[in-house]
């Protein structure tokens, strides 16, 4: 029997500028799940890539002065450093215009999509939002501007090649409704619903190669197109596992019985759960299993944009604070649904309030204490040089059944939370574990059962470290998908060498001053 397999993969972002804040929340959101599925047994592969052939991209190094290619390279570098400052474990990395798995999926699925008679051409006027890479109808526009980005689309005509989107509305209804493609949350997927029960138009799905200055891909023959860049890099997806040029990632991570999940942000909801699942539905294959919507960050009150300043650019937020700060603050603020404000204020008090204070200071008190009251030894039913087996419970000593609870619990209710991409849900399961460890201490007081200690007794006080030990160590293995260079840490403070606990040292540092 073979483990279940889980494919996720965040947006691949225009790479028009540096990464900011947003895109990280989305990054770490996906490590988290990865982590969390591997610890489980399944199989993970997490995908990222960056979407180099976005017009968007073209005028931006034009406005710089510079070489689209060099341009673009290194911005996508600098979308690439958020993995190692941000420790994500990202499997696989597809960039669209030099990835040589990328343009060869693309045609298989645009010949796919006309095979199934569902490409035509057409001439087209609308109003298109360059921000966007998208046309708009009237009805969509906030008075008269784009919704997105607060500018006023430029009217185009041209002759392009559509989508025929309209056939699968009921096909994509069902999906839907019937479980198979889950949208969560429910307010998203209500929104998916209800842009169906509108009516889907066809869309266009090519650009005159001229407009698009030679950049992207051409449809296949028809080289005075070029492919529409959604269409382009929403087959990302599928082009990074070797759909078109072979091998058996394909069928391992698309076409078996695991969960293919898609994170991705409000604003390009419609291309992932309409455009992306119809076109799909065309080409014959699977659809995603799984699509999670986050909502937007703003920083300081306001919108974030790409250019809004290093204030909000998590490579170097994690430079200055380190990325368990960074990971921590977006974990535990940002809610499930609905738009959270980022400010470093906010993610010092947070670290320092949680992660210093709460986490750092209970692993700290508690090895201390094994070091003073019993030499070091790690505490547990017998008190032994080596950890207890985990099949031996830890007895509960009086006044410890709120902690115990937590310890017990914590598995199952991160589950839970991660099952409805709840993250800050499952940050909290994790938190009131240190939370009640130090309730716990102030309420017992060891040091004063550690005075109150005689030749004879001592039982109590053993039981005490033994628990708040077994807290630790739960602390060191539940962290690790949300924050895993500090859960290492806790790890090895709690992992007795040549007998002993080593020394007491910071596991966090304080970030005020
Ligand atoms: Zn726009």
Known sequence: MTAPHTYITTTIPYVNARPHIGFA???????????????????????????????????????????VRDFVDR?????????????????????TSRDARHRPGVERFWRAAGAAGDLYRKRYEGLYCTGCEQFYSPAELRAGRCPEHDTEPVPVAEENWFFRLSRYGGALREAITDGALRIEPAGRRNEVLALIDAGLEDFSVSRPAERAGGWGIPVPGDPGQVIYV??????????????????DAYQQWWSGEGRRIHLLGKGVLRFHAVYWPAMLLSSRQPLPTDIFVHD?????????????????????????YGADAVRWWLLREVPRVGDADFTVERLIARAD??????????????????????????PGPAATAVPAPAAEPVPVPAGGEDLAAACGLV???????????????????????????????????????????????????????????????????ELEPFLPDAAARITRQCTPRDGRLPRAVPVFRRLSR
């Open 75 to 95: 911005n996508a570098e600098a979308f690439l450093a958020l993995g190692p400052a941000l420790s994500l474990t990202v499997d696989d990395v597809i960039r």
């Open 296 to 320: 937007y960050l703003t920083a300081g009150g306001r919108k974030i944009s790409k250019s809004s300043g290093s204030g909000a650019d998590p490579v170097a937020l994690a430079a200055q």
């Open 230 to 247: 959604w269409f382009d890099a929403l087959c990302n997806y599928v082009t990074a596992l070797g759909y078109g040029t072979g091998g």
């Open 411 to 477: 598995g199952g209710r991160v589950g839970a939370a991660l099952a409805e991409f709840d993250f800050r849900r499952a940050t909290a399961a994790v938190w009131a574990i240190a939370d009640e460890a130090n309730r716990f201490i102030n309420r017992v007081r060891p040091w004063e059962l550690a005075g109150a200690e005689r030749g004879d007794g001592g039982q109590s006080l053993d039981a005490v470290l033994a628990a708040l030990f077994e807290a630790c160590s739960v602390l060191g293995r």
């Open 353 to 378: 309030g949680e992660l210093a204070n709460g986490i750092g200071n209970l692993v700290n008190r508690v090895v201390a204490m094994s070091h003073r009251y019993r030499d070091g030894l790690a």
């Open 25 to 67: 929340l989305e990054v770490v959101q996906a490590d988290v799940l990865a982590r969390f599925g591997r610890l489980r047994g399944d199989l993970v592969r997490f995908q990222a890539g960056t979407d180099d052939n976005s017009l968007k991209n073209v005028l931006a190094a034009q406005a710089a002065g510079e070489d």
